[in-house]
């Protein structure tokens, strides 16, 4: 079921004197209404693999020879399935969850590319997005962001909060749940940054976005880090400025808009401002943007955003595209296509897949029902 082909795409020689190249190989060509993507080690060989939630089944493609195996069959009937995938216990195999009405969790037999088991824990309402997060030197817990009302434009009624679930030992005991308050009506994306000594995770919806990081025992809103305050943004991703200490995030606006934008601190005689938060706009022809992330795919010291929509814009193109900063400040920037036309995409995500220090691109389109990655053979 997989049709793998090789094109390079050729890119132009930018302003800061970098050749962006990424080879594109498919796949697949024939997924069937994709709903979420991820990557983790499944069957711990050391290699990425990626997992997909394709129509009603769970199915992962396996690293080098990108064979598909079906993990779980028909666990719901639900449309909107997220799934999250980390190793959370050092045994170099993911553990995978998935959720849609409920979150479940799915038990690896002894060969992995046989049907997994999986394990039923209570959510109400349906889950929206979830990642595991890592709060200790050796405890994780997997954060859900609840679906909000589509009904109403000003509240989540159906979603006042945000659950996580600690993995017990015994998975026959019950996971230890947490509750926490959600402040922004109509959150629409999680996002997990590591900051080296914490990870935080941050929500971000009609109202802009806020960070939470894990203290004490219990989840604490970072009041001080909310970002992009009054605006109403899809999905977002964190990335590095000029440092990992320095950082600027990307957004799609409105939820699943037209525009990518990004948020610089200040600067004033030469030295940043985290209270003058700038906002640029780097795209206004998306239609249905929906894929988003931010990684170094050039080496520059400073992370590029990348960036895709699934529906024609007024000049009748799709795809997914690289806005490459000309300097650390976004004061000017280079646009290129990664993938015009091949691809209506429904979902991204960024991982170096063959192991030679360059982070690559993997995402999926469910109206041209293809699964692709892009190779990074930038210089």
Known sequence: MFYPSLIMLTGMVSLIGKEPRFATEIIDDRIDGGHDLTIG???????????LADSHRVVWYRNG?????????NLTNDDGVCIAARDIDGDGKAEIAVASDSVYYLICPENPTHLWTSVQLRQ???AH???WVKVSDSTYQLVVLP?????????QTQAPTIRTYEKPTDLTLPWKQRFIGLPLPRANDLEVYNYGHQEVFYISGAGGMMAFF????????NTADWLARGRRLGRARIGALASRNTHVFAAIEPTHGNRITLYT?????SVLVYDKIKRRVLERKMEAGYGLGMADFLDLGRDQVVAGWKRPNEDGLFGIKLYVPFNPYWEAIDVYWVDRGG???????????????????IAYGSSTHNLKIYWNRSK
């Open 41 to 51: 080690d499944v069957n711990g060989d050391g290699k990425p693999d990626i997992i």
């Open 65 to 73: 020879d990108w064979k598909r195996f079906v993990m779980v069959d």
């Open 124 to 126: 109400v309402p349906p």
């Open 129 to 131: 997005r979830m990642q």
């Open 147 to 155: 679906k909000y009302s589509m009904e109403s434009d000003d509240s």
């Open 214 to 221: 894990f203290r004490d025992g219990r989840w604490i809103r």
């Open 265 to 269: 601190p200040g600067l004033a005689d």
């Open 343 to 361: 691809i209506a995409c429904e979902d991204l995500d960024i991982e170096d897949m063959d192991g030679d220090g360059k982070p690559d691109i």
